[in-house]
């Protein structure tokens, strides 16, 4: 799995209303597009594994997916409709010591 030392995003976070991010969300996408190595994706149907490390327990484990799932098709030129299937791991960490893994990989 690929760690990004950043602080998962919560959905919440993201949006104004329906259709506009939010200044936050965008200081998260810009450092990500920085943060991601160079991969390959799989041209199949696609598993991703995510694990979202928080330094608050009363995170929801699935707010931060959407947001960071987006940003990873930004980067990577894929669609999200191609995932088939995913695994999410919400782990606590000390304050200031957040991170997000995550992994991608063909089904067959």
């Known amino acids: 799995m690929i760690k990004i030392d950043i ?17 936050k ?18 041209e199949g149907k696609l598993k991703v594994n995510f694990e979202f490390g928080f330094s608050n327990r009363g995170s929801d484990w699935d707010n931060p997916v959407k947001p960071f799932q987006d940003v990873l098709q930004k980067k990577y030129g894929f669609n999200d409709s191609k995932i088939y299937e995913a695994i999410v ?6 304050k200031g010591h957040e991170y997000i893994k995550f992994s991608i990989t063909e089904i067959k």
């Open 89 to 94: 791991k919400k782990e606590i960490v000390k």
């Open 25 to 42: 969300y965008k200081s998260f996408e810009r450092s990500l597009l920085l943060l991601l190595p160079k991969i390959e994706i799989p």
């Open 7 to 23: 602080k998962p995003l919560s959905v919440n976070e993201a949006w104004k209303g329906r259709r506009f991010k939010t200044d």
